[in-house]
């Protein structure tokens, strides 16, 4: 076992000084939990969405924004401001906005420069890079890859082959037993009351309000429900990722009297039918309305041709549940050459475009869909303590999913 004094000197060799530019040392702990004497807090953003300046004051230009529920590393603070590492720049938002938590998971960049992926391999887009000593909240893994909120978006970076190092980092001024403390409700931008029409019964035909969730939106409690219930909400669509997160997901809405739907993101290097198998498998024994085929990965070189029998083989699986098409234009046109082979079946598209209306679909159509079943029309929004998608769609009647 190495003394205190042996870890001290690994750890800052490990630094390679390097840290001294930035104002200060850091020692690591044996347990890999940074000492308090670092000045770095991670910070959870608690308004609808907050500006991210080039200096610590409102007269700063803006460089652009955060939303809700997302975590950044603090590494400075000035006049109740927080430094942060905002996507291969430093920025500043208001301390006034933000939950201090006790510790999360980073990753810190060891290379000179790293791509910023859409997905957690390299076969997706590189949108950005990251560069070295900047440091990130971990949102989950997979393999060595790391999601991270960068710029305001969820994304991907490589740490394998010391690319990038990962461990807890504890707040200043905080222990690993300590709970932040709430923040006041947030002043800048309340939380949205959707311009949404008035909601009908759900199965009258008419749309209706309603959110989308995943396992990244985690456990949903009944205030959570409770609130979206006051603004409207009627409808909870949540993501297959997971199976103990979907159904408790889906317990907690129906328990509530919410219509629930459910959704499977497919990847095209993998099984289709078998994907959608276990998707209705995580469900078992809930009424939903509608599987929706997540359809947005990327295809990786597969024809149009390829694709449409990969989508064909995911409907044949799904069987008696009825299943509907989510995309997107930005999709469909280029990978699908905007093909029409599927516009028999309902259509739930992403345009953020902020108005809860299907009539946009005028100008917006593609695919062949005479009309579509519904839109998700805002993306990721801090909505009663949750990061949702905000939509307006038809409710399907429900159907048990047979175990």
Request: with cysteine.
């Amino acid at each position: 076992m190495q003394s205190n004094q042996s870890l001290k000197v690994n750890a800052l060799l490990n630094f390679k000084l390097s840290w001294l530019a930035l104002g200060f040392v850091v020692w690591l702990s044996p347990n890999s939990v940074f000492a308090q004497s670092h000045p770095w807090q991670i910070c959870k953003i608690a308004s609808y969405a907050l500006n991210v300046r080039t200096g610590p004051s409102t007269a700063y230009r803006v460089l652009g924004s955060v939303r809700g529920g997302q975590v950044y590393v603090s590494m400075a603070s000035s006049n109740g401001w927080k430094k942060i590492w905002y996507g291969g720049t430093a920025g500043w938002i208001s301390g006034k906005y933000v939950h201090i938590l006790p510790s999360a998971k980073v990753v810190r960049i060891n290379v000179r420069f790293l791509n910023v992926r859409t997905g957690p391999s390299t076969g997706y887009r590189v949108v950005a890079t990251a560069r070295r000593f900047e440091v990130y909240a971990s949102l989950g893994q997979r393999g060595a890859w790391h999601r991270i909120w960068f710029r305001g978006q969820a994304l991907w970076v490589f740490t394998g082959r010391n690319y990038a190092s990962v461990f807890s980092l504890r707040s200043r001024g905080t222990s690993s037993r300590s709970t932040p403390r709430p923040a006041p409700r947030p002043a800048p931008r309340p939380a949205p009351r959707p311009s949404a029409p008035s909601q009908p019964s759900a199965l009258s035909g008419g749309p209706v309000f309603a959110v989308d969730i995943s396992h990244w939106s985690g456990r949903i409690h009944s205030r959570h429900i409770q609130y979206w219930k006051s603004r409207g909400v009627r409808l909870v669509i949540c993501g297959t990722q997971r199976e103990a997160i979907v159904r408790q997901q889906l317990q907690e809405a129906v328990k509530a009297g919410l219509y629930v739907d459910a959704y499977v993101y497919l990847y095209f290097n993998r099984s289709m039918s078998a994907q959608v198998k276990e998707a209705l498998r995580r469900v078992r024994g809930f009424s939903i309305g509608r599987l929706w085929l997540d359809i947005e990965d990327k295809p990786r070189g597969l024809s149009v041709s390829q694709l449409t029998a990969k989508i064909e083989e995911a409907i044949r699986a799904a069987g008696n549940t009825p299943v509907g098409i989510y995309t997107a234009a930005w999709w469909w046109k280029p990978y699908m050459k905007n093909s029409t082979r599927f516009s028999h079946l309902p259509l739930w598209y992403a345009r953020y475009d902020g108005k809860p209306t299907l009539s946009t679909w005028s100008y917006q159509k593609f695919g062949g869909w005479s009309r579509p079943f519904g839109k998700q029309y805002r993306g990721t929004t801090w909505f009663g303590g949750v990061s949702v998608d905000f939509n307006i769609i038809h409710v399907s009647p429900p159907r048990r999913v047979s175990p």
